[in-house]
């Protein structure tokens, strides 16, 4: 029988995040965080939940375009509990993508992503 408390290995090679970076046609840089070479994700995700925890196996770059942010997110502790929340679960990389809802990536959001 399966230990069921070992999340499952993805079938595929884990790809270095700075190969990730490298591509231009992604449109992605990196503004917040390490800078680790070793840094590997497993798998991508997309949520708009306000907590993804429960949906997180680990080794996730995690997509959101911020919908589940709050107006008065940047004045609380909102994005240093989202993740904190992130980083418990196992998740490696956060990808936030501006427009259409956001103009600019949150302060408080790339501050947390430092602290965490």
Do not use: K, N
Not at 22 to 31: K, P
Not at 36 to 50: G, K, L, Q
């Amino acid at each position: 029988m399966p230990d069921l408390t070992i999340p499952p290995t993805p079938p595929t090679p884990p790809v270095p995040l700075s190969a990730l970076l490298a591509r231009e046609d992604l449109g992605l840089r990196q503004i917040a965080g390490p800078t680790d070479p070793d840094i590997v994700i497993h798998w991508a995700h997309t949520s708009e939940m306000p907590d993804p925890y429960p949906y997180l196996l680990g080794g996730e770059l995690l997509l959101t375009a911020g919908v589940h942010i709050p107006e008065a997110a940047g004045s609380g502790t909102y994005f240093a509990d989202y993740v904190s929340r992130i980083v418990e679960a196992g998740g490696v990389a956060l990808g936030f993508g501006v427009a259409p809802v956001h103009d600019t990536v949150p302060r408080a959001l790339v501050a947390a992503c430092d602290h965490y």
